[in-house]
């Protein structure tokens, strides 16, 4: 498959912090790829750099084959990314929220309300059309703001926490429904997740810490290398040496 993604040498810094330090790594078209780190270990900023709201001090970033830039609609045409906290207002209903969004892109609202309930369809939350947003469970809601992601027919979609504060069948669910969109759509999906075992099916995972990659390989391969039953267990014992290694650094 050829490279959705590619990162190369990525380095950003806040004043005496560096959030991420020398970054290399490719996401493939149509790959269910995971980032997973501990708070701190510079997932949002990673995020922010390939979703171009900030610029990198180092390195480079490819999207479909061309360089990012901050200002460049083009490639931002390309993402969407579903947040841990929704951005739709709680206020309006379900089908106000979605077909003023859809406006933006269809500029015509006749079309805007068909496409607003063709992605909600696509969910399979049109029984929440007329729901006000604010009194939808969780998972109603999560459901709606992925139908708000799809809009745009992204090439590249963001899950921030997909499942947070779903309870356990609910995130079967959601699980069961992202995938079922990524073959539809044939999109490739980056995920963040506190979960591990959610990023069991990932075809590749990248983990983080101290803004450095301390992993980079297939979930089998990952609990193969660290004999770990779980990736929970290899998260763990990858951390847990990092640490160490920092402890002795900074000493």
């Given at each position: 498959?050829?490279d959705?993604?590619?990162?190369?040498?990525?380095?950003?810094k806040?004043?005496?912090?560096?959030?991420?330090?020398?970054?290399?790594?490719?996401?493939?078209?149509?790959?269910?790829?995971?980032?997973?780190?501990?708070?701190?270990?510079?997932?949002?900023?990673?995020?922010?750099?390939?979703?171009?709201?900030?610029k990198?001090?180092?390195?480079?970033?490819?999207?479909?084959?061309?360089?990012?830039?901050?200002?460049?609609?083009?490639?931002?045409?390309?993402?969407?990314?579903?947040?841990?906290n929704?951005?739709?207002?709680?206020?309006?209903?379900?089908?106000?929220?979605?077909?003023?969004?859809a406006?933006?892109?269809?500029?015509?609202?006749?079309?805007?309300?068909?496409?607003?309930?063709?992605?909600?369809?696509?969910?399979?939350?049109?029984?929440?059309?007329?729901?006000?947003?604010?009194?939808?469970?969780?998972?109603?809601?999560?459901?709606?703001?992925?139908?708000?992601?799809?809009?745009?027919?992204?090439?590249?979609?963001?899950?921030?926490?997909?499942?947070?504060g779903?309870?356990?069948?609910?995130?079967?669910?959601?699980?069961?429904?992202?995938?079922?969109?990524?073959?539809?759509?044939?999109?490739?999906v980056?995920?963040?997740?506190?979960?591990?075992?959610?990023?069991?099916?990932?075809?590749?995972?990248l983990?983080?810490?101290?803004?450095?990659?301390?992993?980079?390989?297939?979930?089998?391969?990952?609990?193969?290398?660290?004999?770990?039953?779980?990736?929970?267990?290899?998260?763990?014992?990858?951390?847990?040496?990092?640490?160490?290694?920092?402890?002795?650094?900074?000493?």
């Amino acid at each position: 498959m050829d490279d959705l993604v590619k990162v190369t040498n990525l380095g950003k810094k806040y004043e005496q912090h560096e959030a991420l330090k020398s970054l290399s790594f490719s996401i493939k078209k149509g790959e269910l790829f995971s980032i997973l780190g501990p708070n701190g270990a510079g997932k949002s900023t990673l995020i922010s750099l390939i979703l171009g709201l900030i610029k990198a001090d180092t390195g480079d970033i490819t999207l479909d084959g061309k360089a990012l830039t901050t200002d460049s609609f083009e490639h931002k045409s390309l993402i969407s990314v579903v947040f841990q906290n929704s951005i739709l207002d709680a206020e309006l209903s379900v089908k106000e929220n979605l077909v003023m969004r859809a406006y933006f892109y269809t500029q015509n609202w006749k079309e805007a309300k068909k496409l607003a309930e063709e992605k909600l369809q696509d969910v399979q939350g049109t029984h929440l059309l007329s729901k006000r947003y604010g009194v939808l469970s969780g998972g109603e809601r999560r459901k709606v703001d992925i139908a708000r992601a799809l809009l745009n027919t992204p090439k590249l979609l963001f899950l921030d926490e997909p499942t947070t504060g779903l309870d356990i069948i609910s995130r079967a669910d959601m699980w069961t429904l992202i995938h079922q969109l990524k073959e539809k759509y044939q999109m490739t999906v980056v995920l963040t997740t506190h979960y591990m075992e959610e990023a069991r099916d990932s075809n590749m995972i990248l983990m983080l810490a101290e803004g450095q990659s301390v992993a980079y390989d297939t979930p089998e391969n990952l609990k193969m290398t660290y004999r770990c039953n779980t990736l929970e267990d290899v998260f763990l014992s990858i951390i847990k040496k990092e640490r160490k290694i920092y402890e002795r650094i900074s000493v």
